[in-house]
């Protein structure tokens, strides 16, 4: 992980859009003034007969800040496993005694410590400037939710990580599924607006329910099933993405050995 931290100091302006300004014009700003466009007397009406609450920029910058550490997790690992293999580093890491886990998970880990502190400063903004309102004890309590996302995020990483092994070039396959990823999350909408059909396939997003249980604990929403419920479904869907993640990375990674593909550009 260190050495990937290292790297993105390397490259600041890289770094700041990755984590600060991609968030805010992709996400956060347009949510936002939608948003307020739809107003009425001051009151976020239709979000609070939705899901409870009408403090939309509260809501909307927990939905950025999940979108945002999965987004980074995600091109992290395939960013640093192309910059490796663009340098002719790859095959000479691959070579040494480090484990192949070490190599995603340090690239998840940098990815998450840049996007999550440039969240941080999001949300340090929404608060103090657009005036969210998170409860400080409903804080406290997400903090094991943030862990079990984390979790999930490896497992991302891992498929990231895999793609990258696989096809050289994964940008065009993993931007839009990431960014289909995070809106079926209920990053920018309530899940509620989905026909049923389309909700349940939400359902196997590890971001789904972290998302949904920060914004109960911390804005007083409602949750989309019972909270015990809830936190088992966390549970389940972050192992499973990490199991699933994992054993498809090593499949991959067997097979560009196998055939001699692991350097090829």
Request: hydrophobic share 50%.
């Amino acid at each position: 992980m260190l050495r990937e931290l290292r790297v993105q100091w390397r490259y600041p302006l890289s770094m700041i859009n990755l984590v600060l300004l991609t968030p805010l014009y992709e996400m956060a700003i347009p949510t936002l003034l939608l948003g307020t466009a739809f107003l009425v007397d001051d009151s976020s009406v239709g979000l609070t007969r939705m899901v409870g609450t009408d403090d939309l920029v509260g809501w909307i910058g927990l939905g950025v800040l999940v979108a945002s550490v999965m987004t980074g997790a995600v091109r992290g690992v395939s960013g640093t496993l192309q910059s490796d293999r663009q340098t002719g580093a790859l095959e000479h890491s691959w070579a040494g005694p480090v484990s192949r886990d070490a190599f995603v998970l340090g690239a998840v880990g940098a990815g998450t410590i840049f996007t999550a502190g440039a969240s941080a400063l999001l949300l340090a903004f929404g608060i103090g400037v657009l005036g969210a309102d998170y409860d400080p004890t409903g804080v406290l309590l997400s903090l094991p939710v943030v862990l079990a996302l984390l979790v999930g995020n490896c497992g991302f990483g891992y498929l990231a990580a895999a793609a990258a092994l696989l096809l050289r070039r994964p940008a065009p396959l993993l931007d839009p599924l990431t960014g289909l990823a995070a809106a079926f999350s209920g990053v920018a909408f309530p899940l509620t607006v989905l026909p049923e059909a389309v909700r349940w396939l939400t359902f196997v997003l590890p971001t789904t329910w972290s998302l949904d249980l920060m914004r109960c604990l911390t804005l007083d929403t409602r949750t989309l099933v019972p909270l015990p419920y809830e936190v088992t479904a966390l549970v389940v869907t972050s192992l499973g993405f990490l199991l699933l993640g994992r054993r498809i990375f090593m499949r991959a990674q067997r097979k560009v050995q196998t055939t001699g593909a692991l350097t090829q550009f």
